[in-house]
């Protein structure tokens, strides 16, 4: 079945400092989206990319989607302690299941002052 | 305020013992899923339906039930069958496409069975 991997697991980064989080899935995504996951919380929707290499940008927050349409990345540019938690990407098949998004095993950053 | 109400927010049980967790929606919104999240790890899929009445096995169904009765009610049932049922259960709502504004989550429920 279809698997999308996030990396890396886990970042520790002092504040102000950047942040990349990367999503490959094993098959060609129709869209992929990204949540937020703060520490005993739910995910919430921060965005959807469905162009071949779409670049979009959400104050400190970049998001792009590769140009064949299998990795996604999301940058933090200078990091503040409300960035903390987990980031989820989540893709969708090009054929197929619709609705159905598949969550990637998600990054979870630490920031520290 | 439109939302997604997931109840009780804890929950014990005692293991043999079925139970089962509410999820309500009031977004209009044509799809209802279940995911179950163990500490540390991602998000996965129990079952999910994108219609009244109609509803499919996730990644992981087993020892899980669900019903479709209404639009708005997407109850999940985990039964004694589920070997390892402790876990943060999220329930999620979207269009039925799902590509507008993404997924809306409810705020979850800690099922621990002891």
């Known amino acids: 079945g279809q698997q999308v991997m996030q990396i890396p697991q886990y970042q520790h980064v002092q504040e102000g400092e950047d942040f990349t989080t990367y999503c490959n899935s094993s098959?060609?995504?129709?869209?992929i989206q990204w949540y937020k996951q703060r520490p005993g919380g739910h995910p919430v929707f921060l965005i959807q990319l469905v162009k071949s290499g779409e670049v979009k940008k959400q104050k400190r927050l970049t998001f792009q989607f590769g140009e064949a349409k299998k990795n996604s990345s999301l940058h933090i540019t200078a990091t503040q302690t409300t960035d903390v938690g987990t980031y989820f990407c989540a893709g969708r098949l090009s054929t197929g299941t619709a609705s159905k998004l598949t969550f990637g095993t998600g990054t979870r950053l630490q920031v520290t002052l | 305020d439109g939302g997604i109400t997931q109840s009780p927010k804890y929950l014990f049980r005692k293991e043999g013992q079925n139970v089962t967790l509410s999820c309500e929606q009031n977004?209009?919104?044509?799809?209802m899923y279940w995911y179950r999240q163990d500490p540390g790890q991602g998000l996965r899929l129990i079952y999910y339906s994108q219609i009244v009445n109609d509803f499919q096995k996730g990644d992981i169904a087993e020892g899980y039930s669900v019903s479709r009765e209404k639009k708005e009610s997407f109850p999940l049932t985990v039964t004694s069958a589920q070997k390892n049922p402790t876990a943060f259960y999220l329930c999620a709502s979207s269009t039925r496409t799902g590509t507008d504004y993404g997924y809306t989550f409810g705020s979850g429920t800690r099922l621990t069975v002891v």
């Open positions: 977004l209009n919104h044509d799809a």
């Open positions: 098959t060609t995504l129709s869209n």
